[in-house]
Every structure is written in C-alpha cells, then in structure tokens.
C-alpha cells in the first residue's frame, strides 16, 4: 500500500495535468491570435473584425477564456468554478501574471468594441440631435410650417396632438392665414334634400384641389328655404322653414317659419346658435358688408336716443311737441328718398372716402362686418318689406328703415362699396346705405330683358355690380333659327346707371334657381346649376373670371355625390364662398 505522501503526490500531479494543459492551449491561441494581428495592422477593419470573430467565440463576457473555462470546470475544481463564474459576472478575474488570456483581451475585444462603440455612439447622438429639434421646434417655428398648409391637411394636423390643435384654433393663427396667401376658395352648399327628407348635407368644393367633401349636419335635418353668407370663417344659417306634419320633409301645406339663426364654423366644424331675428323669415335676402370703427359707436348713440325717445312717448308726449325740428327733417328725408333727390354717386363717393381714411385703422384693429337681412317671407307665407341689421360683435339684430314703397318682393342682393343693393321681382332695384341708415332709389335707363320664370341674381367683384339674368336670343339674327334661352352676365355703369352686357354664360339655363357668388380677393365668379333629367339630379360648378376675358371656365361637373338627391334640391339649395 502506498504511502500518504506518494498519495499526495498523485492527487496534485492529476490537479495540475489539466491546468498544465489548458495554459498551453491558451498560450497557443493568445500567439496565433498575435500573428494575426500583425499581418493584418496595415487594415483595421480586417484587424478587429479577425480578432473579433475568432475572440468572441472563445471569450466570455468577463474577459476570461471560455476554453480554459470548460476545462476547469471538467476538472471538478470547485475553486475553478468559483472563478470563472466570477469572470463571467463581470467582477473580474483571477489569472496569473503569465496568463495570454488577458492580453488577448485586451488587444482583440478593447479594438473592438471602442471602434465599433464610437460609430453606434455617433450615429446615437446624430439621431438623439434630430429627435430633440423636432421635440423642441420653437412654436413660431411650428406655426409658420402649419399655416402654408391647405384646409384638408390642416384638418388632418390637428389629429397629431393637442399641441398642434390648440396651436392652429387660436385667433393669431387664423389672422395670419387670412392676411398670408395661404387660403383657398371653398363653395358651400347647404339645404339639399335626399330621399325627400331634408338631410342636412354641406357639400363643400376645394376649388384649388378640385375636390368634393360631404359635412354631415344633424342640427339642420328638416330645415329648408333658409339662407346662408359668411363672415371671416364662420357661415351664418339664417332663417328658414320647418314641416310641422311631415317631420324633416320639404312640405309647405304645413310649416313654421323660423327666426333663428345659426352658426357653423367649417375649421372645427362646430355649430353654435347666435341671436335670434326679431322677425320669422324664409328665404331672406342677405348682404354682408365691411364698416368703420365709427359705425358702432354711431349705432350705440343712435340706440340710445331710441330709448329716451320710446320712453317719451310712453310718458304721453307727442313727436311734435317731443322735438318738432326732428320730425321734420324725418318727413323731408323721406320725402327727399321718395322722389329720388338722393344721389347715388355722391352716396358711393362719401363711402368710399369713408372708408379709405379708417382702412389703416380696420388693418390694425381687425375688419368689423355686419349682416343685413330684408324681405322673405313672413310666418304667413306674406312678403316682407322689412329689414334688420346684426352686429356679431355685440350678436344683437337692430331693425333698419322699411324698404321704399311699391318696390315689390325682394328676390336678390349684394353689397358693393357699403351700399347694399336689392332687386326686385318687379325689375326695380334700390340701394340701402349702410353707413347713414336710409334708403336710396335707384331708377336705371332700362332693364336688363329677361324670362320672369328666371329670377335674377347680384354680385359685387371689386366695387363692379354685376347681374345674371336669363333672357331670350332671337336665332342669333338668322332667320327660321329657333330661339333659345341664354344666361347673360350685366354691369351697371354706376356713374350713367346704364346695365351693360359682360359676356354670355355657354351652357343652356336648365336652373331656375342657379346660385352665383363672387370671390372679390381672386377677382372671379362662381356659378352651381343643378338639374334633373333622365331620373337623375345633374350638377355643374362654373367660372368667370372678371379680369381677363377668358370667359366662363367648368371647373366640376355631375360629381358622385348629387346623384342620390331629389330634384326638389334644385329649389332649396343655397351657397357661400369662403377663403380657408
């Protein structure tokens, strides 16, 4: 039997075989790996990608060698194994001063990973940089980028973030959109019924993109034979009918005249409901017109000697005894409108001076509009001579002078230089002054000839009145050449008031109810004819341009959208123009 100490012997010469052979093998590898480099140090990406490749299978994530790893760990050293779990957390580890295996870590991995580290790290912070100035956009920045943008991506933009929503709602944003030229013409058409129903659809064009949108409107189902203009970027609903027996069908046998007044902003599409009328109206007539700073503080005096003077007469004192001088100059006035003494050149002179010396002034301070309404038709279905004036700044209605005598029943108007001008069923037109509160008559040299089926229609273009009528061509002088009927576009010389002809519209007048409106910032007017033939409702959207004489130009024809409607739309229809 052996000794103890030849049993000694044995056990640390087994210990020490593997060990042995594990430095030999590392020290192999650590002088392949150094040969390697060598050859490759004219190259460095040759360089730590050999390193790299043959180091990173054989290292672990200590630093220490894996080969020498597994074999200490076949050795059932548990010391071993201590070690190298060691090395493997990262706590370091505990070779020799003649282990190869940390110089091979330190020549193959430090190359590496530091070459490869400072790409990533830079291409981390070149992508760090460009997220933090986009997070970090100044909003003036922000804003100039978001107000170029047309009204459907604009729309679109909202839906990112609350940022960019509540920083394109605020009344800065849409002031520099309006005074930039960034807006678009938008025609809005309103009170088209489907099904017989009165749906409550705005269709609404983008003329530079050419393109339909539909605008689903719950608070206008059931409502027809109102009107519709805009001020700045708000449509006001004006008026109207309601079926009383027929919920939400275009029935007159039964109805109720409203005055109420409605408010849809096409940029939030919200609705909002403003003052109402002091009177019931179906179809009214209405103008919207540009006034000073003045004008407001005048209506604020003028209301007020309204009150002192009701509350006068309600203590028992006559107008004569009141202030006698008053009513007479009331008297000459009216006597003075009546017979035409009034001029209409003066009047258009006055206004425009007027305006011309606070037009510095509405830059500055924003421009002041106001709405008129007069005629219609009254809850009785009887026409109305009478008229009222809205402020929205105060969103209250004023009533104004009753229109001239034997006038007729209104069926068009337009403002033009502060005076709104109204035309008659009865081929007469009239004048209101908006500034002084009166109205003016306005006798032409002739009428415009015209099929009375046809009612005609005002619009205004750069301080030009214009007005389309339909009216009968004699065969174009050839004679056995049928007639036919023609829309003629007319000017009223406002100085001779002398109608003019202006051009001819090409297409045969198929609308009785065609809807003209006048974009005065591109110097053009836009026509909407609907009709129905062959059990389908047609539409066409038309233009003229005022400036050049290129003539009328179709921009949209029988878009998808009108098919589904019923003729009666043709009658109910109603259109505005707004730059978004």
């Known amino acids: 039997m052996a000794s103890p100490r030849l049993m000694g012997e044995e056990i640390i010469n087994q210990e020490i075989e593997p060990r042995s052979v594990s430095k030999r093998l590392v020290r192999s590898m650590s002088q392949k790996l150094k040969r390697k480099s060598q050859k490759n140090e004219s190259s ?335 809850s009785w279905d009887e026409a109305l001579d009478s008229g009222e004036i809205y402020d929205p700044v105060s969103n209250k209605w004023t009533d104004i002078q009753r229109m001239p005598l034997d006038f007729g029943v209104a069926c068009s108007g337009v403002v033009c230089d502060a005076v709104f001008y109204v035309y008659s069923e009865s081929d007469k037109l009239v004048g209101y002054d908006v500034d002084r509160g009166y109205w003016i008559r306005i006798q032409t040299v002739s009428s415009p000839p015209r099929v009375h089926e046809y009612l005609p229609k005002l619009v205004s273009c750069k301080g030009r009145l214009l007005m389309l009528s339909v009216s009968w061509c004699e065969g174009d002088g050839q004679i056995g050449r049928r007639n036919k009927a023609v829309r003629k576009l007319w000017e009223l010389d406002l100085a001779h008031l002398k109608w003019e002809q202006v051009s001819t519209h090409p297409d045969a007048p198929m609308d009785w109810n065609a809807a003209f409106v006048a974009d005065e910032e591109d110097d053009v007017v836009f026509g909407v004819e609907m009709f129905k033939i062959f059990g389908q409702v047609i539409d066409f959207v038309t233009v003229f341009d005022a400036a050049s004489t290129s003539g009328w130009n179709h921009i949209s024809r029988n878009h998808n959208v009108a098919h589904d409607l019923d003729a009666s739309s043709c009658m109910t229809k109603s259109m505005t123009l707004l730059r978004l």
């Not at 940390?102 to 530091?114: L, T």
């Not at 409502?223 to 027996?245: E, M, N, P, Q, W």
């Not at 609705?271 to 103008?287: E, I, N, Q």
């Open 44 to 378: 460095e990406d040759d360089e730590t990608s050999g390193v790299s490749l043959r180091c990173l299978t054989l290292y672990g994530r200590g630093g220490g060698c894996r080969v020498s790893a597994d074999m200490d760990e076949e050795s059932g050293d548990p010391g071993s194994r201590r070690r190298s779990s060691a090395s493997e957390d990262g706590k370091g580890t505990t070779w020799g001063k003649d282990d190869a295996s940390v110089d091979c870590f330190s020549i193959g991995m430090d190359r590496f990973f530091r070459r490869n580290n400072n790409r990533r790290l830079l291409k981390c912070s070149v992508v760090e940089q460009s997220n933090s100035m986009n997070a970090r956009l100044p909003d003036d920045v922000l804003e100039m980028c978001l107000v170029r943008l047309p009204l459907a991506s604009l729309v679109n933009a909202r839906l990112v973030c609350k940022k960019w929503r509540n920083l394109t709602a605020t009344a800065r944003f849409m002031q520099i959109r309006r005074e930039g030229s960034f807006l678009s013409s938008w025609l809005f058409v309103f009170g088209l019924v489907k099904n017989g129903y009165c749906s409550g659809e705005i269709h609404a064009l983008d003329v530079s993109q050419n393109q339909w949108h539909k605008i689903d409107s719950q608070i206008l189902k059931g409502r027809f034979f109102f009107s519709v203009a805009s001020i700045h970027d708000d449509v006001y609903v004006v008026g109207g009918c309601s079926s009383l027996t027929n919920l939400g069908r275009v029935d007159r046998s039964s109805f109720k005249t409203h005055k109420g007044v409605l408010v849809f902003s096409p940029l939030t599409k919200s609705w909002r409901k403003a003052t109402a009328m002091k009177h019931a109206r179906s179809s009214p007539v209405l103008g919207i017109s540009e006034v000073s700073q003045d004008y407001f503080l005048s209506r604020n005096q003028q209301s007020r000697a309204e009150k002192r003077l009701h509350r006068s007469r309600a203590g028992g004192a006559t107008d004569v005894y009141e202030d006698p001088h008053r009513l007479s100059v009331r008297r000459q006035s009216r006597h003075s409108l009546d017979e035409n003494e009034v001029s209409l050149s003066d009047t258009i002179k006055l206004t425009r001076q007027k305006h011309e010396g606070s037009g510095s002034s509405n830059r500055g301070g924003g421009r002041k509009f106001v709405m008129i309404a007069v005629g219609g038709l009254g």
